[in-house]
């Protein structure tokens, strides 16, 4: 499958930014995450769905903040980040891979990843 995010850019502190994640193929078939990173740090996770979306999880730092969502029929998964903090400044990237696993926060476990888009909070 290939990914695609869109929908990041600059925002002030405070703000709410929705970015998106389209499929080439069927996103049904996938449990699928958001990973971020910012400069000169790692890459994170920072949320994860399972494939009927009946199931989220999150990072700390962004519990109660942000909201992860997908619309299978439209092979789209979302990312509703509220509250936004410089903290949050970052290239934010869509993954997938076939299998739920307690190891969901590891991005090397994830085989399908999107080229990311920038997210830049202001203060």
């Known amino acids: 499958v290939q990914l695609q995010a869109s929908g990041g850019g600059l925002v002030q502190a405070g703000d709410s930014l929705r970015v998106s994640c389209v499929a080439s193929?069927?996103?049904?078939?996938?449990?699928m995450g958001w990973f971020r990173q910012a400069p000169g740090k790692a890459r994170e996770f920072v949320a994860a769905?399972?494939?009927?979306?009946?199931?989220?999880y999150y990072a700390d730092p962004v519990q109660g903040r942000f909201t992860i969502s997908r619309d299978n029929t439209k092979n789209t998964m979302y990312l509703q980040m509220n509250s936004l903090k410089p903290a949050d400044t970052a290239i934010y990237y869509c993954a997938a891979r076939w299998v739920y696993t307690a190891t969901y926060a590891r991005g090397g476990e994830y085989p399908y990843w999107g080229q990311g888009t920038l997210v830049t909070v202001s203060s």
């Open positions: 193929g069927r996103i049904s078939d996938y449990f």
């Open positions: 769905i399972t494939r009927g979306g009946a199931n989220s």
